[in-house]
């Protein structure tokens, strides 16, 4: 275990803290959590069962090129504003919140070397529990990107990789650990509800995607708690998001059906 864990607030503090921390999901994961919830509603209440539903991750916002390539890069940076206000919010007490987290570079190839690692980890057992969860009627149809082939459409789909790694390794593991901690929950409580609320906002592709995404999150969570860096879950999460999107973009319609993505 981390020996460098939060101080324990007073109980002023604690109520400050979860205000904030309501704020913060709010305006970010929780939000997202909610509307995946209504969403997930909504579909087992069509007369379509959910199996032979559909979701598009990274959809076209526009018939125009380069207006669509515009909504691309003004939607992934103000995704990002969240991460940017969790880091502010974290640099309490002239502490570098960067460092604090472990989202700095001084262990950079350490850092992604752990982060390959955990992305076999996590992305190999995970397209088979896709494939599963798709046979038994649990998932959606996931589209990885509605994007035409345009020249910008990779680079936008490794920057939305990214920008999904630092929103939710940021906010739902080195934010909130963080924050839980310092208002007294217990190691085991703090895990769980990171990893709740991963699956909570992945509710919209299906139950089964969720309580994968539950998994993930107790891998995730678990090791922050124990080495305080996410850094190497950035990179983790970043390459298992370039590979579904860049790949589902790049590949073959006959390889996606072969692989049963299509």
């Known amino acids: 275990m981390h020996d460098d864990a939060p101080a324990v607030a007073t109980p002023a503090s604690r109520r400050r803290l979860g205000a904030e921390i309501w704020i913060v999901l709010g305006l970010s994961l929780g939000k997202s959590a909610l509307y995946a919830i209504l969403r997930l509603y909504e579909r087992y209440t069509r007369e379509v069962p959910l199996a032979q539903q559909s ?12 207006l669509d390539l515009t909504y691309q890069v003004v939607g992934i940076g103000f995704a990002l504003v969240p991460v ?11 502490r570098s919140a960067v460092r604090r987290i472990g989202l700095d570079g001084s262990r950079i190839g350490r850092d992604l070397g752990l982060g390959v690692g955990l992305a076999a980890v996590i992305g190999i057992p995970g397209l088979g529990f896709y494939l599963l969860g798709r046979t038994l009627g649990l998932n959606v149809q996931i589209s990885a990107s509605g994007l035409d082939p345009y020249w910008w459409a990779v680079p936008v ?5 990214l920008q999904n790694a630092l929103l939710e390794e940021v906010v739902a593991v080195g934010y909130l650990v963080e924050r839980l901690l310092e208002r007294g929950w217990t190691v085991p409580a703090v895990v769980a509800a990171s990893s709740l609320l991963r699956g909570a906002y992945h509710l919209y592709q299906g139950p089964g995607m969720a309580v994968g995404n539950v998994v993930m999150g107790l891998v995730f ?18 390459a ?7 790949g589902y973009q790049a590949l073959p319609e006959g390889w996606l059906e072969a692989l049963g993505l299509s």
Request: proline share 6%; charged share 15%; aromatic share 10%.
């Open 84 to 94: 940017a206000l969790a880091l502010y919010l974290l640099s309490d007490h002239g």
């Open 240 to 246: 298992l998001d370039v590979v579904s999107f860049v």
């Open 157 to 161: 789909l490794v920057l939305s990789a």
């Open 221 to 238: 969570s678990i090791y922050y708690v124990r080495r305080r860096r996410v850094m190497p879950l950035v990179v983790a999460h970043t």
């Open 55 to 66: 979701a598009t991750l990274n959809p076209a916002q526009s018939e125009r090129p380069y």
